[in-house]
């Protein structure tokens, strides 16, 4: 005879909450952007509210000029400070387990183990799910802030839509490039990105993105493309122009070729031609902490930069009238821009 239900049902539960963490490190192991975005501390957990606010500066202080020493100081009120403001996206799903296969998955002559498959599930397919999300096409009335949809194929300026309640026509940036609430775009084509000129017209866009320069911080860290994009950025035989690596990157698993200070990586949900440069000190994941959530602020680094956040597990219900029961799973998350012209989209380059 198998061990009572109460004793097994505790013992999934708690092997569900001790393993979460690892269910959530993998969600960070599993998706490139979500790798960098850990490894490079921008996942915040909040706890409270039902929105996540991210703060932008869009514009300069109008008052600062050269002017003759006897002319007036003007002292207009200044607004530049605004706040983007984002939903909160649910992640959820369950754990369902029989009673009956509960038995029959106890003692010496057990079929599974029936909580390791549950958690190897779990460990499967929220990262799938949260990683297509984030690159979503056209997200839809529940789905979290998508990159590929937030960043336009449209030309610097004539951007339009609302990212986080502020309206892009309002933020062009053509006659002051600081009030700019537009992502960069080019459509000028690179035949051979893993040739010295592509490798020049691809770096050239890089630094595009970059409004401030050199600075470490206005530079892109990160490129998502397709696999027919990468495998041409390898495939030239000279040793001289290849591009360098980012071995914190490879070191979570994740093969990337370097263009200036940004580690590109191929991505499954990448239009085919199409290269993404982002910046994540100008991009986070933010999560709602719950019940569980024992810390907020920023998240524990585990290993090599892998990010650990748990997420919120319920304890088991048996149903009424089923020979069942479920432990219910969530996250609550949106990634959250704080500026638009540190990313920018490259199209048009010829694929392998």
Known sequence: MSVSYD??????????EVKSEKIFQ????NNGILAALGMN??????????????RTHLGQ???VGHRSKFAQIPTDFQNNFLTAYYGQALCSGSAVINLIEQDQNAGDSKIDDLAEGLIEEAKLTFPNKIGDAVMKAAPGANDPDSIVYNIQA??????????GGIERSSHTGVADATDAWQNQYSATAIADIGAAAG??????????CSPGGSAATEQPDVGLTTTGV??????????????????????????????????????RNVTAGYLYFLNTNYLRMQVLAGSNTKTVGSVSTIGDGAQSIPLQVRPPIESDDYLNYAIKMYLVYNITWGGLRQHGLQTTITEA
């Open 7 to 16: 004793r097994i049902a505790r013992d999934i539960a708690f092997t569900l």
């Open 26 to 29: 993998n969600i960070f192991l």
């Open 41 to 54: 501390g921008r996942v915040k957990v909040r706890r409270g509210g039902n929105r996540f606010d991210e």
């Open 61 to 63: 202080n109008s008052t």
């Open 154 to 163: 449209t030309a610097f300026g004539s951007q339009t839509g609302t990212l």
């Open 199 to 208: 490798i020049a017209a691809i770096s050239k866009f890089a630094w595009t």
């Open 230 to 267: 990468f495998a041409k950025m390898t495939g030239s035989a000279d040793t001289l122009r290849r591009y360098g690596v980012n071995d914190k990157m490879l070191k979570l698993g994740y093969d990337n070729i370097m263009i200036n200070r940004a580690a590109v990586m191929a991505d």
